[in-house]
């Protein structure tokens, strides 16, 4: 890359010199995170957090593209973070009510686990 591309960059108000680098550089471990989180069982997800990961990247991803100057560093992760979110939130619907219907329609028992057990 030539000295002249990345003075530009270095200088550019979004560059790494400011906050608005930094920032969603660092907003990146939440997309990470949320992508080694694929391995665990869909039981564990919890639908607020991920809910608020999908909606807070579709709305910072469009915020990005609309304040001057553009933040594409932003709209990356603000993309990933909505993506990964909504793919939770599907692993998690699914799991929660389409494999319940699946173990109906087999004649198997459905036992709730958020039901406290009644002592005798």
């Excluded at 993309?79 to 979110?85: D, I, K, P, V, W």
Aim: no cysteine; charged share 15%.
């Amino acid at each position: 890359m030539p000295p002249s591309k990345l003075q530009s960059l270095w200088n550019h108000p979004a560059g790494p010199k400011t906050i608005h680098f930094w920032a969603p550089t660092f907003k990146w471990g939440i997309t990470i995170a949320n992508v080694a989180d694929f391995s665990k069982p869909p039981d564990t997800l919890s639908y607020p957090q991920q809910l608020a990961v999908g909606l807070s990247g579709l709305i910072w991803s469009r915020y990005s593209t609309i304040v001057t100057p553009k933040n594409w560093n932003l709209f990356s992760v603000s993309l990933g973070m909505s993506a990964t979110g909504i793919y939770q939130l599907a692993r998690k619907a699914r799991h929660d009510y389409y494999n319940s219907k699946e173990n109906v329609a087999q004649g198997e028992e459905i036992i709730p686990t958020n039901v406290p057990k009644v002592r005798s």
